[in-house]
């Protein structure tokens, strides 16, 4: 970015945005420090914060959009100052962050409310609202920070606050295994950023937005390209890409709402904003743009491919989240107006994706916790909301035209066929490949869970609807899932320039744009006719043998193994040998050399035996000796 980045000082009522993210710190520290005085009111004390700060959020975007340059900065305090090295407490808050702050409240508030029914009858659930309002908290600061290390602190709270929410069953082994992966995991994508962090310092002094951005020029291509991949590094941790995605399917071992908010509004989404903030280091150096791109290219096919052979009905949700991000990053990755249309699509994500996972959790609350599709089916006729609602999930995200997928995917994918030469095929051919595929594998979900015979067991004897309190959040949602794409594919894009720069002409598509279209129809419409047929009338309700495709999409493509491999078991033996160094060898040679010493102690300390005679008698010897001494010396004897 060529122009220098300026802010103007919030005043008026711009000047307490801090207050978006104190109420829900607040709220969460209120919940943890009265305990189970709170527990009768504490889940709505939780919903109230998060929806107070969604009116806030609403009040200052409107106060916004009537600034000339759209972004103000709030400086509370000094919070590092040692040397050169000063860091303000501070907030920015402009078009990119404001949109996020909109869809964190927005969609969070209405997961909160959902939480309620949800959660009604676990003993921990204001404990549980806690961690939620603290997880929205995180976030908030995250994506209001003026500088890295404020966003630096929102993302490791972010991480402290999936980790207690992944793990909140903490008595099953798997959920609390889950939440030890997803927290060690994302540690790897953190020391990243850290490091990344230290080389602004370093090398420009500063780790203030403007500062470091306005300063990227002067930087060398080597500097450029090492920052921008430790920077991408940590957004692979937080949003699941490649090659640290392994932590976000298993990360649905926490209570449903907890995936509705991890995948729709908050941990997934900050490593596309950390990208899209970072616009100026990574436009400036093309080949990072082309491991960005990379990145997302893989990470979508990953996703779909693993996605085509699950049967849980969670996990192929938390699949496909994998391969949306994966498609969020292509459009960063590709840069100049795809920029803005990755966030167009992250925003309209994020409804239909709390969509499906809320209305997943009201499948699994009408079946008695179930999550294997093959033993659901018929579902459309217990469960009309739930039926209905998801089902404009399910059209959004295949990109069926005229619901929000189409207006924000469907430009994406043209995006990709607009780079230069050959990799326009390659990474436009990828993100087509991957919306058949996606409409394969959700249209599977979908008819195999709502429709064709019912397979429930027989404990299970009438499935039921969820109350209101949590199918009124999913209508809400349905609402945006539905109309939040054409609402934002044109005004977003014009609200995001002042951060993301004018959208300029790409380089003209291998493809023309109503050919990219035809084909992105086609390809999605095939893969939906092919999953209608073949499981229309319900699939078998064990796993059957099948050829090597499935059965490593069925592992995981083999990640897993892979990072046990290379990473784990590595790890395990170099930790036994330090062990085996330490205890042996360093602790080994301590405990002798002490041992010694002990040993000789023990015999010296017979020689004070504490009898005169025996002093005497040592005197006397020793008086001999000193006397033949002399002797010999006399006789000649020594000479």
């Known amino acids: 970015m060529e122009e220098t980045v300026q802010y103007a000082q919030a005043t008026g009522l711009l000047s307490s945005v801090w207050l978006l993210v104190a109420i829900p710190l607040a709220s969460a520290a209120v919940l943890l420090l009265l305990g189970r005085r709170a527990d009768r009111w504490g889940h709505w004390l939780g919903v109230a914060s998060i929806a107070a700060s969604f009116v806030l959020g609403v009040t200052y975007f409107l106060q916004l959009r009537g600034l000339a340059n759209r972004s103000v900065e709030l400086s509370l305090w000094k919070f590092i100052e040692v040397g050169s090295l000063k860091v303000d407490f501070g907030m920015l808050f402009d078009p990119l962050s404001a949109v996020f702050v909109l869809l964190i409240t927005g969609v969070g508030s209405l997961i909160h409310l959902y939480a ?37 602190f929102g993302w490791e709270g972010v991480g402290l606050a999936s980790y207690l929410l992944i793990s909140f069953w903490n008595h099953l082994p798997s959920a609390a295994t889950a939440g030890k992966k997803a927290f060690l995991m994302n540690r790897i994508g953190d020391a990243g950023l850290l490091i990344a962090i230290f080389i602004m310092f370093a090398t420009l002094g500063t780790t203030q937005f403007d500062a470091v951005f306005n300063g990227v020029g002067a930087l060398t291509a080597g500097i450029i390209l090492t920052m921008g991949l430790l920077l991408l590094l940590g957004a692979a941790g937080k949003s699941g890409q490649f090659p640290l995605q392994a932590w976000l399917p298993d990360a649905m071992e926490g209570p449903t709402p907890v995936s509705a908010l991890i995948h729709a509004a908050t941990m997934v989404t900050a490593g596309v904003y950390l990208i899209a903030r970072s616009n100026p280091i990574f436009t400036a150096n093309p080949t990072l743009q082309t491991v960005v791109v990379s990145v997302g290219a893989l990470t979508l096919l990953i996703g779909c491919v693993i996605g085509c052979a699950k049967d849980d009905i969670k996990r192929i949700l938390a699949w496909s989240t994998v391969s949306q991000i994966g498609y969020m990053f292509l459009g960063v990755g590709l840069g100049g107006g ?98 058949g595929l996606t409409a394969f594998y959700m249209t599977r979900l979908f008819v195999l869970t709502f429709h064709g015979p019912k397979r429930w067991t027989d404990e299970i004897e009438h499935p039921h609807e969820s109350p209101p309190v949590m199918t009124i959040p999913l209508i809400l949602l349905s609402v945006g899932s539905v109309a939040a794409g054409w609402l934002m594919a044109t005004s977003v894009p014009d609200w995001l320039t002042p951060v993301l720069g004018a959208q300029e002409e790409g380089h003209e598509a291998l493809l023309s744009h109503v050919t990219i279209t035809v084909l992105s129809i086609a390809v999605t419409v095939i893969g939906v006719g092919l999953a209608y ?67 000789g102690s023990g015999r010296l300390r017979r020689l004070q035996t504490g009898y005169v005679r025996s002093y005497a008698m040592s005197v006397l010897a020793g008086a001999l000796l000193v006397v033949a001494a002399f002797l010999a010396l006399q006789m000649g004897w020594l000479a």
């Open 116 to 152: 309620v029914g949800y959660m009604e009858h676990d003993p921990g659930r204001r404990r549980f609202f806690a961690y939620f309002n603290l997880f929205v908290a995180a976030m908030l600061l995250l994506v209001l920070g003026n500088n890295y290390v404020m966003l630096f």
């Open 338 to 435: 795809a920029y803005a249309l990755a966030i167009v699509h992250l925003l309209a994500h994020g409804f239909f994706k709390a969509n499906m996972f809320l209305g997943a959790g009201s499948v699994m609350h009408g079946m008695h916790e179930q999550t294997d599709i093959r033993r659901f089916g018929g579902l459309s006729k217990y469960m009309k909301v739930t039926w209905i609602t998801f089902a404009t999930g399910w059209l959004a995200i295949i990109g069926i035209p005229p619901l929000s997928g189409f207006f924000t995917k469907e430009p994406i994918i043209v995006a990709a066929f607009a780079r230069h030469g050959w990799t326009a095929w390659l990474y436009g051919g990828a993100a087509l490949l991957g919306a």
């Open 533 to 599: 047929v073949l499981f229309r009338k319900g699939t078998a309700p064990q796993e059957l043998p099948a050829g090597p495709v499935v059965t490593a999409a069925r592992k995981n493509l083999y990640t897993d193994a892979f990072n046990e491999a290379v990473f784990e078991k590595p790890g395990i033996y170099l930790t036994r040998a330090l062990v085996f160094l330490d205890g042996k060898v360093i602790d080994g040679g301590v405990n002798l050399l002490a041992a010694a010493v002990g040993g």
